[in-house]
């Protein structure tokens, strides 16, 4: 059998890809505007809040399994509307600090960084570095920026 | 789409003639008439679902000589065959008169093997058949013997006997004085006895039942067809059904394993069939990939190979691979190279039809305990898993990978499996495109 050896699936590549695609994206952005700690909504962050919401609005016995899962992550219960995109410059720092000091083996250094607010925490992620792995790293973070639990995603 | 590895389905044609050599009253001094009777198993066109194998036997003369004659089978049956011997033709036994007068020459009913005289042999055959009548008993002279269409059903054959067709004194106590030499041929004809059984899908989902449709080859089945089934080809064959002198017979088979089939022959023997692996697809999907059992064996030996319940966690590795048609069905192919508890890095060819790997975690839902990815999996962060009920399962990787392959992807954990659809490039509509399938749940085990 011949094998076409053009790695459709290597991740690694993939990745580098990926890589040299976000260091464009963030270096064209700089030249249009002062840089933000805080990371903009896209793909991503849309995701991220359809999840949260499913996640801390689940009542039992409706759904269980989300809330299961709510109790996990140490998320409390709230209304969906309490779920949004930090822009606050504050926030992301203290949030992008709390990240580097629980996820510090990430190259390059993060210097901006994707924040939920979620009720009363937060959620915490950066584009995922390295080839370790194929999920990112979130935290979930109290009100002062402290360390809950942690998931992959 | 064929989703079931092909049965034998080529009549296997083997034909065996035997020349064996035979011996005459060999005490080397007396002048002997050697012969050479023919024993020749005889196949015709077996159909699929019998087992048989046939070889060349023995061909030289029985060694413990002392006067008795020997013809001797050389086919080499598998044990569990099961047969009809018939024997044919004329033997001339000359008596120089010196023959024991008490064991008069005879022929050998039942054929043994030629071990039993040493104690190593078993049972074979019997061959209660010849015509006992055209001896002309324990008289000085000459003596023909007829051998003309006796028959009898063998139970089992072991591989590499020998038979005795026809002998002076008893099998077990031959003569030390030869005193006959014995010409003539002798035919045996052995007719495998075997079942052809059409089933009506090899592969059916729970709760349908399969139509079985047994069909005797080379002898007349009376009585009742009785079905065997296992789990496993090696474990004691349980009999599930029985139906009475019925052509066909339906079975809810419950779980996969072997079937097969017995039919009664003229002598009350059972007669079976080959085992036929019967595929009962449990929770079936709709999608043909998955339920393939093929596939799903796949699946589970990949998460098995992943060393999903293994702690530390650290030591689980994802693993992966593709699956492709070629004539024989589906083929599934694993090709990971590098991989960690979280990755892995392996590739598909073009004629894939999916890619798979695995995801060896529990996922955090609901009231089950979550597995914590290891630390190198989050960049040092020891953390959970994405919910895969409310998420998807794949991770954003996985989709990338899907969509750049153009080919679904399957994710399989340790409670489901995921299926990705590759024309969705759109990374908001991965979640809700993202086909989920219980597996190992409460609402779904396979």
Redesign the interface.
């Known amino acids: 059998m011949v094998v076409i050896n053009v790695a459709v699936h290597r991740r690694t590549s993939m990745r580098f890809v990926a890589l040299v695609a976000t260091v464009a994206i963030i270096a064209g952005s700089g030249s249009i505007q002062a840089q933000s700690v805080c990371r903009p909504a896209d793909a991503q962050t849309a995701n991220m809040i359809r999840y949260m919401k499913v996640l801390v609005a689940a009542t039992v016995p409706a759904d269980s399994e989300s809330v299961g899962v709510r109790t996990a992550y140490k998320i409390p219960a709230a209304s969906p509307t309490q779920v949004t995109l930090v822009a606050t410059e504050s926030k992301c720092k203290s949030a992008l600090a709390a990240f580097k000091a629980k996820v510090p083996g990430q190259s390059p250094v993060p210097t901006r960084i994707y924040v939920l607010a979620v009720g009363s925490v937060y959620v915490v992620w950066n584009p995922r570095q390295g080839v370790e792995s194929e999920w990112a790293p979130h935290l979930i973070l109290n009100s002062k920026f402290q360390f809950l639990e942690g998931f992959g995603g | 789409m064929k989703d079931t590895p092909q049965r034998s389905g080529a009549a296997v044609k083997l034909g065996l003639a035997v020349v064996l050599s035979a011996l005459g009253c060999s005490d080397g001094l007396t002048s002997l008439r050697s012969f050479t009777p023919e024993v020749r198993s005889v196949f015709g066109a077996l159909p699929s679902g019998i087992i048989h194998e046939v070889g060349a036997g023995p061909t030289s003369a029985a060694p413990d000589g002392g006067g008795r004659p020997y013809a001797a089978t050389g086919a080499m049956l598998i044990p569990g065959t099961v047969a009809r011997i018939r024997a044919s033709g004329n033997v001339t036994l000359s008596r120089d008169g010196r023959c024991d007068p008490q064991q008069p020459p005879t022929y050998s009913s039942p054929i043994t093997p030629h071990g039993l005289a040493d104690g190593s042999g078993r049972v074979l055959v019997n061959l209660p058949g010849g015509d006992p009548g055209n001896w002309a008993g324990n008289q000085p002279g000459e003596y023909v013997m007829h051998f003309n269409g006796g028959f009898d059903t063998a139970i089992s054959i072991v591989a590499g006997r020998k038979g005795i067709v026809a002998y002076c004194g008893l099998p077990n106590e031959p003569a030390s004085i030869p005193e006959f030499a014995l010409s003539g041929s002798t035919t045996l004809t052995i007719d495998i006895l075997g079942v052809n059984v059409a089933a009506s899908a090899n592969t059916v989902q729970a709760g349908q039942s399969i139509r079985f449709t047994p069909t005797s080859v080379n002898f007349s089945r009376t009585g009742q067809i009785l079905y065997f089934f296992d789990t496993l080809t090696s474990h004691p064959q349980i009999e599930v059904t029985s139906c009475t002198n019925l052509l066909e017979c339906d079975y809810l088979p419950a779980q996969s394993g072997q079937m097969m089939a017995c039919l009664y022959n003229e002598q009350g023997y059972p007669v079976c069939g080959k085992s036929e692996q019967i595929n009962v697809i449990k929770c079936p999907t709709g999608d043909t990939l998955l339920d393939n059992p093929v596939f799903r064996s796949a699946l589970r030996k990949a998460l098995k190979d992943s060393k999903a319940d293994s702690v530390p966690t650290s030591v689980r590795r994802e693993v992966?691979g593709y699956a492709f048609f070629d004539t024989t069905g589906l083929r599934v192919v694993r090709t990971e190279t590098a991989s960690?508890p979280?990755?892995?890095?392996?590739?598909?060819?073009?004629n894939a039809v999916l890619?798979f790997h695995t995801h060896p975690f529990n996922p955090?839902?609901?009231?089950?305990v979550?597995d914590r990815?290891p630390s190198?999996?989050?960049?040092?962060?020891?953390?959970?898993?994405?919910?895969v009920?409310?998420?998807g399962g794949p991770?954003?990787?996985?989709w990338?990978?899907s969509v750049?392959?153009g080919k679904p992807a399957y994710i399989i954990d340790k409670k489901r499996i995921y299926v990705t659809n590759p024309l969705v490039s759109?990374?908001?509509q991965?979640?809700n495109s993202t086909k989920r399938f219980d597996w190992n749940t409460r609402r779904c085990k396979w």
């Open positions: 992966g960690t979280c990755s892995v890095n392996y590739f598909a060819p073009a890619i955090p839902e609901g009231l089950s979550p990815f190198n999996c989050l960049g040092g962060l020891a953390g959970l898993q994405y919910d009920n409310s998420w991770s954003p990787d996985d990338r990978s750049n392959f759109d990374s908001t991965w979640r």
